[in-house]
Nanobody
Framework: VQLQASGGGLVQPGGSLRLSCAAS????????IGWFRQAPGKEREGVSC????????YYADSVKGRFTISVDSAKNTMYLQMNSLKPEDTAVYYC???????????????????????WGQGTLVTVSS
């Protein structure tokens, strides 16, 4: 069972990046999935998640309108499209997944305290001119 994150890099403010997270050993269907980030000297924070219950998406206020989370079931891969990037988006980004059931993982739970079973290794995003 593995999550392999990729797609990070250096981008100028206002630019875009798409992070990918390929799952192996299990299928993402019906799983709660999330993207988290941790900036130097700061605690990890939830960026976005998809509920295991109804597929609803949730975003942190800081990224709402700029980031989009998605899943490609055929490729068993989750994505985080990041647009209009800002220097404060600089962080190591982690993907996570968990079956969740019977718990409904969504909203502040999915972005916050829920303990996902599977985590990717992290990919560094640096937004700088």
């Amino acid at each position: 069972v593995q999550l392999q994150a990729s797609g990070g890099g250096l981008v100028q403010p206002g630019g875009s990046l798409r992070l990918s997270c390929a799952a192996s050993g299990f299928t993402l269907d019906d799983y709660a999935i999330g993207w988290f980030r941790q900036a130097p000297g700061k605690e990890r924070e939830g960026v976005s998640c998809i509920s295991n219950s109804d597929g609803a998406t949730y975003y942190a206020d800081s990224v709402k309108g700029r980031f989009t989370i998605s899943v490609d079931s055929a490729k068993n891969t989750m994505y985080l499209q990041m647009n209009s990037l800002k220097p404060e988006d600089t962080a190591v980004y982690y993907c996570a997944a968990d079956r969740g059931a019977p718990v409904v993982v969504a909203g502040t739970l999915g972005l916050g305290t829920y303990e996902y079973d599977y985590w990717g290794q992290g990919t560094l995003v640096t937004v700088s001119s």
